[in-house]
């Protein structure tokens, strides 16, 4: 059973930094696609920012020179750089773990970002 841990989520001002990391455990097969999601209050969830097993990332257009998304050296393991973190960035941000192609992936509980101003 595949599990995915999300952490390092918290309480940050407005133009501050935080890093979350995503760790995907119980297979000994390596990921095809790493993502984060976030959800806000009232709105659905959206991408943020995703990472291929071939290193290509993609990033929605909000948090593009901001966000970095990067492979740690553990296995399945993947973190997310967040920098001059504004209102709206506030969610829950998921972690998504694709293993197998063409399915919908693991899901974590989420971690909490609150960007106060």
């Known amino acids: 059973q595949v599990q995915v841990a999300e952490s390092g989520g918290g309480l940050v001002q407005a133009g501050g930094s935080l890093s979350l990391s995503c760790a995907a455990s119980?297979?000994?097969?390596?990921?095809?696609?790493m993502a984060w999601h976030r959800q806000a209050p009232g709105k659905q969830r959206e991408l943020v920012a995703t990472?291929?097993?071939?290193?290509?990332?993609n990033y929605v257009d909000s948090v593009k020179g901001r966000f970095t998304i990067s492979r740690a050296v553990a296995k399945n393991t993947v973190y997310l750089q967040m920098n001059s973190l504004k209102d709206e960035d506030t969610a829950v941000y998921y972690c998504?773990?694709?293993?197998?192609?063409?399915?919908?992936?693991?899901w974590g509980q989420g971690t909490q970002v609150t960007v106060s101003s």
């Open positions: 998504n773990v694709i293993i197998w192609p063409g399915t919908g992936g693991y």
């Open positions: 990472l291929t097993s071939g290193g290509t990332t």
């Open positions: 119980g297979t000994s097969f390596n990921f095809v696609t």
